[in-house]
Protein backbone atom coordinates (compact mmCIF):
# COMPACT_ATOMS: atom_id res chain seq x y z
CA UNK A 1 0.00 0.00 0.00
CA UNK A 2 1.08 3.12 -0.79
CA UNK A 3 2.62 5.78 2.00
CA UNK A 4 1.67 9.63 1.88
CA UNK A 5 4.16 12.08 3.47
CA UNK A 6 2.01 15.01 5.40
CA UNK A 7 2.26 18.41 3.36
CA UNK A 8 3.16 20.86 6.48
CA UNK A 9 0.74 23.96 5.22
CA UNK A 10 -2.18 21.85 3.65
CA UNK A 11 -5.04 22.53 5.51
CA UNK A 12 -6.23 19.47 2.98
CA UNK A 13 -5.69 17.58 -0.19
CA UNK A 14 -6.45 16.77 -3.48
CA UNK A 15 -6.78 20.56 -5.26
CA UNK A 16 -6.18 20.36 -9.19
CA UNK A 17 -6.31 24.30 -9.14
CA UNK A 18 -5.88 27.39 -6.59
CA UNK A 19 -7.85 30.28 -7.92
CA UNK A 20 -6.96 33.85 -6.73
CA UNK A 21 -10.28 35.87 -5.88
CA UNK A 22 -10.28 39.57 -6.29
CA UNK A 23 -11.81 41.19 -2.65
CA UNK A 24 -15.61 41.40 -4.61
CA UNK A 25 -19.10 39.98 -3.64
CA UNK A 26 -20.76 39.56 -6.80
CA UNK A 27 -22.92 36.51 -7.38
CA UNK A 28 -21.00 33.81 -9.33
CA UNK A 29 -23.12 31.42 -10.96
CA UNK A 30 -23.09 28.04 -12.59
CA UNK A 31 -20.13 28.55 -14.68
CA UNK A 32 -18.63 31.45 -13.43
CA UNK A 33 -15.13 31.11 -12.65
CA UNK A 34 -15.47 31.39 -8.48
CA UNK A 35 -18.29 28.43 -8.44
CA UNK A 36 -16.78 25.60 -8.13
CA UNK A 37 -19.22 23.32 -9.84
CA UNK A 38 -18.07 24.52 -12.72
CA UNK A 39 -14.96 22.22 -13.33
CA UNK A 40 -14.83 18.54 -13.37
CA UNK A 41 -12.13 18.15 -10.90
CA UNK A 42 -11.43 20.03 -7.50
CA UNK A 43 -10.14 23.73 -7.27
CA UNK A 44 -9.63 25.93 -4.13
CA UNK A 45 -9.98 29.46 -4.03
CA UNK A 46 -7.70 32.12 -1.83
CA UNK A 47 -9.08 35.65 -1.67
CA UNK A 48 -6.30 38.66 -2.62
CA UNK A 49 -7.92 40.65 0.33
CA UNK A 50 -8.06 44.33 -0.85
CA UNK A 51 -7.33 43.70 -3.98
CA UNK A 52 -11.57 44.67 -5.24
CA UNK A 53 -13.05 44.36 -8.98
CA UNK A 54 -12.04 48.14 -9.13
CA UNK A 55 -8.45 48.68 -8.50
CA UNK A 56 -7.63 44.98 -10.60
CA UNK A 57 -9.81 47.07 -13.83
CA UNK A 58 -7.88 50.19 -13.13
CA UNK A 59 -4.44 48.97 -12.48
CA UNK A 60 -3.93 50.62 -9.18
CA UNK A 61 -0.10 50.00 -8.08
CA UNK A 62 0.63 48.37 -4.89
CA UNK A 63 -1.25 44.96 -4.84
CA UNK A 64 2.00 42.81 -6.60
CA UNK A 65 3.45 41.56 -3.40
CA UNK A 66 -0.18 40.53 -1.96
CA UNK A 67 -1.27 38.58 -5.28
CA UNK A 68 2.64 36.92 -4.69
CA UNK A 69 1.72 36.38 -1.60
CA UNK A 70 -1.77 34.52 -1.90
CA UNK A 71 -0.38 32.11 -4.87
CA UNK A 72 2.23 31.05 -2.99
CA UNK A 73 -0.04 30.15 -0.31
CA UNK A 74 -2.19 27.79 -2.89
CA UNK A 75 1.41 26.59 -4.11
CA UNK A 76 2.08 25.60 -0.68
CA UNK A 77 -1.49 23.85 -0.40
CA UNK A 78 -0.34 21.67 -3.09
CA UNK A 79 -2.40 22.78 -5.96
CA UNK A 80 -0.80 21.84 -9.38
CA UNK A 81 -2.00 25.40 -11.11
CA UNK A 82 -2.74 28.75 -10.35
CA UNK A 83 -5.24 30.76 -12.05
CA UNK A 84 -7.63 33.80 -10.87
CA UNK A 85 -11.11 35.26 -11.72
CA UNK A 86 -9.92 38.56 -13.34
CA UNK A 87 -8.97 38.69 -17.21
CA UNK A 88 -7.02 41.60 -15.67
CA UNK A 89 -5.09 39.51 -12.92
CA UNK A 90 -2.72 39.58 -16.48
CA UNK A 91 -0.82 42.23 -15.28
CA UNK A 92 1.00 39.74 -12.20
CA UNK A 93 1.37 36.64 -13.81
CA UNK A 94 5.28 37.82 -14.37
CA UNK A 95 5.47 38.33 -10.89
CA UNK A 96 3.53 35.25 -9.47
CA UNK A 97 5.79 32.85 -12.60
CA UNK A 98 8.85 34.08 -10.94
CA UNK A 99 7.88 33.37 -7.11
CA UNK A 100 6.21 30.06 -8.00
CA UNK A 101 7.03 26.55 -9.33
CA UNK A 102 3.99 25.32 -10.89
CA UNK A 103 2.06 26.80 -14.08
CA UNK A 104 0.43 29.78 -13.80
CA UNK A 105 -2.46 31.33 -15.87
CA UNK A 106 -4.03 33.90 -14.43
CA UNK A 107 -5.78 35.45 -17.30
CA UNK A 108 -7.83 34.12 -19.87
CA UNK A 109 -6.20 36.83 -22.42
CA UNK A 110 -3.35 34.05 -22.28
CA UNK A 111 -5.27 32.48 -25.26
CA UNK A 112 -5.21 35.77 -27.37
CA UNK A 113 -1.69 34.75 -29.23
CA UNK A 114 -2.83 31.04 -29.56
CA UNK A 115 -6.19 31.80 -30.42
CA UNK A 116 -4.18 34.34 -33.32
CA UNK A 117 -2.36 31.78 -34.50
CA UNK A 118 -5.50 28.85 -35.40
CA UNK A 119 -6.03 31.61 -37.55
CA UNK A 120 -4.52 34.17 -40.52
CA UNK A 121 -3.47 37.20 -39.22
CA UNK A 122 -5.77 39.39 -41.26
CA UNK A 123 -8.85 37.51 -39.46
CA UNK A 124 -10.56 40.05 -36.60
CA UNK A 125 -10.76 38.37 -33.36
CA UNK A 126 -13.81 39.55 -30.67
CA UNK A 127 -12.75 40.22 -27.13
CA UNK A 128 -15.82 40.50 -24.87
CA UNK A 129 -14.20 43.00 -21.89
CA UNK A 130 -15.77 43.73 -18.44
CA UNK A 131 -13.96 47.07 -18.81
CA UNK A 132 -13.19 48.70 -22.31
CA UNK A 133 -12.29 51.84 -21.13
CA UNK A 134 -8.83 49.92 -19.45
CA UNK A 135 -8.36 47.14 -22.00
CA UNK A 136 -6.69 48.34 -25.03
CA UNK A 137 -3.87 47.18 -27.78
CA UNK A 138 -1.30 48.77 -25.53
CA UNK A 139 -2.85 46.65 -22.50
CA UNK A 140 -2.20 43.42 -24.52
CA UNK A 141 0.86 44.68 -26.26
CA UNK A 142 2.53 45.83 -22.35
CA UNK A 143 0.95 42.51 -21.28
CA UNK A 144 2.68 39.92 -24.00
CA UNK A 145 -0.78 38.82 -25.47
CA UNK A 146 -1.66 40.98 -28.39
CA UNK A 147 -1.78 39.15 -31.54
CA UNK A 148 -1.04 40.52 -35.04
CA UNK A 149 -4.53 39.79 -35.90
CA UNK A 150 -6.85 42.70 -35.58
CA UNK A 151 -8.69 42.87 -32.08
CA UNK A 152 -12.40 44.28 -31.97
CA UNK A 153 -13.58 45.34 -28.53
CA UNK A 154 -16.80 45.36 -26.68
CA UNK A 155 -16.80 46.49 -22.80
CA UNK A 156 -19.91 45.74 -20.81
CA UNK A 157 -19.15 48.28 -17.92
CA UNK A 158 -22.06 50.71 -19.38
CA UNK A 159 -24.25 48.16 -19.62
CA UNK A 160 -27.69 48.20 -17.42
CA UNK A 161 -27.43 44.41 -15.92
CA UNK A 162 -23.64 43.76 -16.16
CA UNK A 163 -22.54 47.33 -14.81
CA UNK A 164 -24.70 47.32 -11.75
CA UNK A 165 -24.47 43.74 -10.83
CA UNK A 166 -20.68 43.05 -11.57
CA UNK A 167 -19.35 46.64 -11.37
CA UNK A 168 -21.28 48.09 -8.80
CA UNK A 169 -21.88 45.19 -6.72
CA UNK A 170 -25.41 45.44 -6.05
CA UNK A 171 -26.13 42.28 -4.52
CA UNK A 172 -27.81 40.62 -7.33
CA UNK A 173 -27.26 39.52 -10.56
CA UNK A 174 -30.06 38.29 -13.21
CA UNK A 175 -28.31 36.14 -15.83
CA UNK A 176 -31.10 36.08 -18.26
CA UNK A 177 -30.26 39.98 -18.78
CA UNK A 178 -26.40 39.13 -18.85
CA UNK A 179 -26.88 36.67 -21.24
CA UNK A 180 -29.17 39.15 -23.70
CA UNK A 181 -26.40 42.09 -22.97
CA UNK A 182 -23.26 39.41 -23.65
CA UNK A 183 -25.10 38.32 -27.11
CA UNK A 184 -25.76 41.87 -28.42
CA UNK A 185 -22.49 42.72 -27.73
CA UNK A 186 -21.47 40.16 -29.69
CA UNK A 187 -23.20 40.18 -32.43
CA UNK A 188 -22.24 43.92 -32.79
CA UNK A 189 -18.66 42.67 -33.57
CA UNK A 190 -19.90 40.79 -36.14
CA UNK A 191 -21.88 43.87 -37.67
CA UNK A 192 -18.91 45.56 -37.46
CA UNK A 193 -16.47 42.82 -38.79
CA UNK A 194 -18.65 40.22 -40.60
CA UNK A 195 -15.08 38.18 -41.49
CA UNK A 196 -14.58 37.82 -37.57
CA UNK A 197 -12.96 34.92 -36.60
CA UNK A 198 -13.23 33.92 -32.96
CA UNK A 199 -14.46 35.69 -30.01
CA UNK A 200 -12.72 35.58 -26.01
CA UNK A 201 -15.16 36.11 -23.67
CA UNK A 202 -12.52 38.30 -21.03
CA UNK A 203 -14.35 38.65 -18.29
CA UNK A 204 -14.58 35.12 -15.57
CA UNK A 205 -18.00 35.72 -15.23
CA UNK A 206 -18.79 35.23 -19.04
CA UNK A 207 -18.36 31.20 -19.63
CA UNK A 208 -21.96 30.98 -18.61
CA UNK A 209 -22.86 33.04 -21.82
CA UNK A 210 -20.33 31.13 -24.42
CA UNK A 211 -22.80 28.35 -25.48
CA UNK A 212 -24.96 31.30 -25.67
CA UNK A 213 -22.87 33.17 -28.30
CA UNK A 214 -21.96 30.02 -30.17
CA UNK A 215 -25.17 28.87 -30.85
CA UNK A 216 -26.18 32.50 -32.24
CA UNK A 217 -22.96 32.91 -34.39
CA UNK A 218 -21.69 29.77 -35.00
CA UNK A 219 -18.12 31.30 -34.10
CA UNK A 220 -15.40 29.32 -32.16
CA UNK A 221 -15.71 30.77 -28.29
CA UNK A 222 -13.23 30.84 -25.71
CA UNK A 223 -13.38 32.06 -22.12
CA UNK A 224 -11.71 31.63 -18.73
CA UNK A 225 -13.16 27.92 -18.53
CA UNK A 226 -11.45 26.76 -21.21
CA UNK A 227 -8.49 27.97 -20.34
CA UNK A 228 -8.25 26.87 -17.21
CA UNK A 229 -9.56 23.56 -18.01
CA UNK A 230 -6.63 22.96 -20.98
CA UNK A 231 -3.73 24.30 -18.16
CA UNK A 232 -5.45 21.47 -15.73
CA UNK A 233 -5.40 18.72 -18.43
CA UNK A 234 -1.25 19.08 -18.68
CA UNK A 235 -0.99 18.45 -15.68
CA UNK A 236 -2.94 15.29 -15.22
CA UNK A 237 -2.62 13.13 -17.66
CA UNK A 238 -4.55 10.09 -18.53
CA UNK A 239 -4.00 6.26 -18.83
CA UNK A 240 -5.20 5.31 -22.58
CA UNK A 241 -7.00 1.75 -22.99
CA UNK A 242 -9.08 0.40 -25.77
CA UNK A 243 -9.16 -1.82 -28.57
CA UNK A 244 -6.81 -2.25 -31.54
Known amino acids: MAIYKKRPHAESYGQAVGILLLDGRAPFVPGDVGNASSY ?18 NQEPGWEDKVVEAAKELERQGVRGISSDCGFMIQYQDAVCDAVRIPVFLSTLLQLPFIGRTLAPERPIGVVTADSSNFNEDFMRRTGTLPPNPIVIRGLQNEPE ?18 DEVETACRDMVRERPDLAAILLECSLLPPYAKRVQDALGLPVFDFISLIDYAEGGTRQRHYAGNY
Open 162 to 179: FGTAVMQEKGTLDSDLIA
Open 40 to 57: AYPVVYKTVEGLTTMRCL
